[in-house]
Each structure stands twice: as C-alpha cells, then as structure tokens.
C-alpha cells in the first residue's frame, strides 16, 4: 500500500492559514479594483502587477511592475522557499476553495503522480522566461551561420532587434494584457476546479504552471523551511495527511530534520494541524547542501518508465497542439489542458488493462466490462488526441505559410509605388503555392480544413496577394487584422496604400476617416499628404494640415511634420509668404536642419529677397560639413543671392575635395 493510505485519519486544521491566504487574496482584488477606477477616471494608471508582465523584459525589454514583483519572488523563494505560491498566488487559492467544495459535495480529490509530467513545468518556464533571449541571440545567430556553410539548414529570423530596455510603470492600456471573457472563465475552470478534480489538491501547480517550473530549483537552496522539534514529534502522520502540496511531511522530517520536498509550499496547514504542536517554520541546512536527500514523495510514482514515455509524448502532442491555436490558447491555458488531457488518456488506458477502474466514486470498468462513462472516456481521449493533431498539422501550416511569405523580399517601396512591382517567376510560385496552403487552414466555413481562422497568417497571405497585383484580394485580410488585433501605425499605412491601388475614388473617405480615429498616426499623415500631393490637391492638403494641427499638441513631432507640409505646399501653390512663416516656426523649433534652411533660401529667391537668401545660406553652410550635394546647393544659394565671393571660395573648396564636385 502507498503511504498516502497508511495514514490515520487526520483531523480538521484549524484553518487560520486558510483564512490568511483569503485574507490575502481580498487585498490584492481591492489593488485592481482601485487600479481599475484609476484608469476609467484618469486614462492611466500601474501597469498591472502580475509575473506575467515581466515576459514584456525578455521579449521587449520593458521593465514595469510585473518584473520588478517577478524579482522579489525569485530572491524571497532562495530565502524563504515557495512561500510566494502558499500566501501570494490567487490561483493556487482557487484550488484550495475549488478542493473543500469537492470535498464538502463527497468528492475526494486524489492526486495523479506522473514522474515524467513533474518536470513539465521547469519547461514551460523556460519557454515563458528564457526562450524568447536564447532564441533572439543565439539560435537565430547561430541558424544563420549554419547556414552559410550548410544550405539544407534553415536560416531563422529573429523576433526583432533587441529595441534596448524602457520603462513602464504606468499605462493606458490595462486590460491589453488580460484575456477576453470566452479565454479567461474556460481557463479559471481548467486551472481550478478541473485540475483539482482531475490531478489533486494542487493539480495545475504540479503540472502546468511555469513559475512554479523558476522558483522550485531555488527553493533548494533556502534555507528557511518547514522544521520539527524531534523531543515533541510522535510520526503520527496528521501533518502529512492535511498536506495539499501531497508532501510526505511526517517521513522527511524524521529523516532530514526539515521538509526538503520542493513541492512544499510553506502555506502552514502542516504547522496548525500538528497535535503535538512539533513543527514550526525556521532556518536551517538547505536540502542543496545535504547528501541523499530526496523527496519521500519518490516512492509514490507507480507509473513504468514505458507509461512515462508515453505520457510526455501525448503531453508534447496536446501542449504544442494547442499553444497559440487559432490565437486563443495562451501557454498557461495549453498547459492545463494538456495536463487535463494527459491524465484523461491515461485513465482511458487503465480500462484496457485492469479489471476494475474507478474515478471519484464513479465506475469505469468493473469486472462485467466497460461502463457507458468508460467508453465515454474512450471516445474523449481519441477525439482529444484526432483534435490536438489536426492543430498541430494547422500550426505547421501557419508556421509554413508565414515563412512562404518572408521569402517574397520585393522592395515594398517598388511593389506600392505609381507604377507598382509585381512578382514574377519562381516569386509568383511562392505566392501562389502561399495562398493556397492558406486557403487549406482557413475555417470550414470558408472552403478550409480548419475550425477557426489562423489571425498570425492573414498579413502573410495579404503580402502574397499585393506581390501579384491582387491589391483588392489583399485589403480583407488587412482589414481583419486591424479589427481583430487593433490598429498598428505601419499595417494600417500598407493598408491605405492597398486602397490608393485598388480604389483611388474611396481613398480619400478612408484616409479621413483613419486620421480621425487616430489623429497621432505619423504613418498615415504623411501617406494621406503625399496621396493629396500626387494628385495635385495642393489646396486640398494645405487646408487639412491647417485643421489637423488643432487636434494634436502644439510644438510636438506632428505638429511639426505638419508646419513642414504647409511649408512646402504653400510654396508650390505660390503662397510665398505664409510658406515663409511656416519655414521660419519649424526651424524654431528644429533649427539645425540644414535642408529646410536651402529650402527657405529658395523661397526667399522666389520673393526676390537676396539678403534673406545669403542669410539663410549661410545658416546652412554652417550645419554642413562635408556633404557635396547640400554644398553644392549652398554655393548655388549664395551665388544667386549675391554673396559671389563666398561663392567662389565655396566652389574652389569643392574642387579641391575628394568628391571633384565642379
């Protein structure tokens, strides 16, 4: 018999560090409820302190509250041990809650021990915290080089360049980094009451959660832990029967003086539950440092090495089938349904062997045959297992088409200019072959083999339709994009380039209607005025540059991309004067820009004021320092306006230059 059922029957802890995790718990709900009403009343507020946050580091290298709270967790976890999970973590609360209401309905949750699935976690949490860097500065790098002397080896991309670190402690964004409703209730049920059910007490800790994968390794170097007064312990086994974390809290203190089980969360049901009151937290030796010291819990795993083979295959299956499906499973999400699934299809698999199998009361098999909840198990297990590999034949093909697209490298400046650069050859093959591999994981809907359209592959498919000229096929896989992931300065500029192609007459309604909405757009400013110019609506654009600086901050960087449009269209429209007060404003506020000071000389010889041209001439000499092409603008500048002896030092000085400028 195991030793979770030699234990005697313990009572009732006394519950007081229950009620101080809940007490806990509340505290941190009125910390987002405040945040909350921060940000309805005043637009910002702190960026949301949550561990997950701190993946914007490593990926972008933002530091906010998420990484500074991730710290403190891992330096507090190599002092005290995981007492983070025990006291601060809302979710292992919810399977406490989640386990008494099983348990007060007759339902004993017992846990699964699976040897190959403990270690799940420390890769999700190297998947979650130390990929993204190992991935951006060393296999990408190291793929490329690879690939320079061996051709069959793929070259990967890196995410981006390593942007440098920021800072974000405050945001307008709050819920941008929260799941919508349909994620976030299936996921509480799956991390809660499901994984409790299913696994044990603590069921998505053991199995799925990444941080608990960072913060076990350290614990075994703490040296704060669970000890025991040996004068007063009788090995009665209380402790371990009220242990959640399934510890074998009686056996290891016996043997080592101290629980060295990384899965001991120091959450103090131990310490309330000891009738003999032995057991306290204290300081002493760290597990790291102690010779053959290995967690009793070793002796409970029943499964053969075979059967853990088998169960991290179907894990891998299931997790990596799910991960980032359709855009909607998040890792810790995929990581309990994995778990979930894993435990589903090895009960289902209990019932080909044995003779009797039960669940929670419930009868799988007896020794009749198989019951109805039995097949039932059967069926999920094989259509949980035909599901997770249709998702991971659509992920490769998600995974296949954006790579398809990265290597149609047409000039995009060429490909939406006025006379527009369309593939042909083996480029045209891609993006047909792009396309079509699409159209295979669109939703069944739509003519595809897919239950859900694949978001990340929609500007793929758009680039391959706009090589080829298909700019009106391209705009609905743009425009869903927008919709569903929310507007990006640059997507949003390619998609109004795609209606200036496709439907020149409509553009002008969509670049208007864009800029209202996002007033602060420098992409779209300066497509839509380059649009007006191309037309030849000069009028046009000086009076919507006139209208759109009052909608945005007077002196800032589109205020004065702004003045300099006015600048430069009220010179071709012969307003000389007012192109003049628009060049003077922005070299107010920029005055070392050497082209917009030759540019005002020009207007300054239009008007026929010669001093005002050597004037601004010379500005610009002033701010040139060895450029042939400005130098030579400056001493055309200064012979027109006058200045000739300047002029001819200034040409003498190009002639002798390494350039030979005439």
Not at 11 to 37: E, T, Y
Not at 232 to 244: D, F, Q
Not at 455 to 478: D, K, N, Y
Not at 563 to 574: E, F, I, K, V
Request: hydrophobic share 45%; proline share 6%; glycine share 6%.
């Amino acid at each position: 018999m195991s030793a979770d059922i030699s234990l005697p029957q313990a009572p009732r802890p006394r519950g007081k560090a229950w009620r101080r995790r809940r007490n806990v718990l509340l505290v941190v709900q009125a910390l987002i409820i405040i945040h909350i009403l921060h940000w309805i009343v005043f637009g910002r507020t702190v960026s949301p302190i949550e561990p997950s946050e701190s993946v914007a580091f490593f990926r972008d290298g933002v530091v906010n509250l998420g990484l500074i709270l991730l710290a403190l967790m891992l330096l507090s976890t190599a002092l005290l041990g995981r007492w983070f999970c025990g006291w601060g973590c809302h979710v292992l609360l919810l399977q406490d809650g989640c386990s008494k209401l099983l348990n007060r309905f007759g339902f004993q949750t017992k846990p699964f021990r699976s040897r190959s699935l403990s270690h799940v976690p420390f890769l999700l949490g190297f998947l979650m915290f130390f990929w993204p860097p190992v991935y951006r500065w060393g296999v990408a790098p190291l793929s490329v080089k690879l690939n320079q002397h061996y051709q069959w080896i793929p070259a990967l991309a890196g995410n981006e360049t390593w942007p440098g670190v920021t800072y974000e402690f405050t945001t307008s964004e709050f819920w941008k980094s929260f799941p919508s409703f349909w994620v976030a209730v299936p996921f509480l049920l799956i991390c809660s009451l499901f994984a409790v059910w299913f696994l044990g007490s603590k069921g998505f800790c053991f199995y799925a959660c990444p941080y608990g994968g960072v913060m076990a390794p350290l614990d075994q170097f703490a040296p704060g832990r669970i000890v025991v007064d040996e004068s007063k312990c009788e090995r009665c086994g209380v402790c371990t029967s009220v242990c959640t974390s399934h510890v074998f809290v009686h056996k290891e203190v016996h043997d080592f003086g101290s629980v060295i089980d990384m899965n001991c969360m120091k959450c103090g049901d131990c310490i309330e539950a000891c009738p003999t009151e032995a057991l306290k937290f204290g300081f002493t030796v760290p597990p790291i440092f102690k010779k053959n010291a290995k967690p009793a819990r070793e002796s409970a795993f029943r499964i053969s090495r075979f059967g853990e083979y088998a169960l991290l295959l179907v894990w891998a299956v299931l997790f990596f089938g799910f991960h980032g499906l359709y855009n909607i499973f998040p890792l810790l999400m995929a990581g309990g349904i994995a778990a979930i699934g894993t435990w589903l299809v090895h009960l289902s698999a209990k019932t080909l062997q044995a003779k009797t199998v039960t669940f929670s009361k419930l009868h799988l098999r007896k020794v009749s045959g198989v019951t109805p909840l039995g097949w039932s198990a059967r069926i999920s297990s094989l259509a949980l297992i035909a599901f997770a590999s249709h998702s991971l034949w659509v992920r490769f093909e998600s995974s296949s088409i954006q790579e398809m697209a990265s290597q149609v490298n047409l000039d995009k400046r060429l490909v939406f200019s006025s006379t527009p650069l369309v593939a042909t050859g083996e480029m045209a093959l891609i993006c047909n072959e792009c396309i079509a591999r699409h159209q295979k994981i669109q939703p069944m809907t739509e003519g595809g083999l897919a239950f859900a359209s694949s978001p990340p592959t929609w500007l793929a498919r758009a680039w391959c339709h706009t090589a080829l000229g298909e700019w009106s096929q391209a705009i609905p896989f743009v425009e869903k994009h927008l919709n569903y992931f929310g507007f990006r300065d640059d997507v949003a500029g390619d998609l109004g380039l795609l209606k200036q192609l496709s439907s020149p007459q409509d553009a002008d309604l969509w670049y208007a209607d864009q800029i209202s909405s996002n007033p602060q757009s420098v992409r779209l400013l300066e497509d839509y005025t380059r649009w007006l110019d191309l037309q030849g609506k000069a009028s046009a654009m000086i009076a919507f540059c006139r209208e759109h600086r009052n909608r945005v901050t007077p002196g800032g960087p589109i205020d004065l991309f702004l003045m300099r449009r006015l600048s430069l269209a009220t010179a071709q429209a012969g307003q000389l004067d007012e192109s003049v007060v628009w060049f003077e404003r922005t070299l107010n506020i920029e005055p070392n820009n050497p082209a917009a000071w030759l540019r005002l000389a020009e207007v300054h010889l239009q008007r026929g004021a010669l001093d005002s041209v050597v004037a601004s001439a010379r500005k610009a000499r002033a701010l040139v320092d060895d450029d042939p092409r400005l130098l030579t603008q400056v001493m055309r500048m200064l012979d027109a306006g006058g200045a000739i002896q300047e002029a001819a030092a200034l040409r003498q000085q190009l002639r002798e230059g390494p350039a030979g400028q005439p």
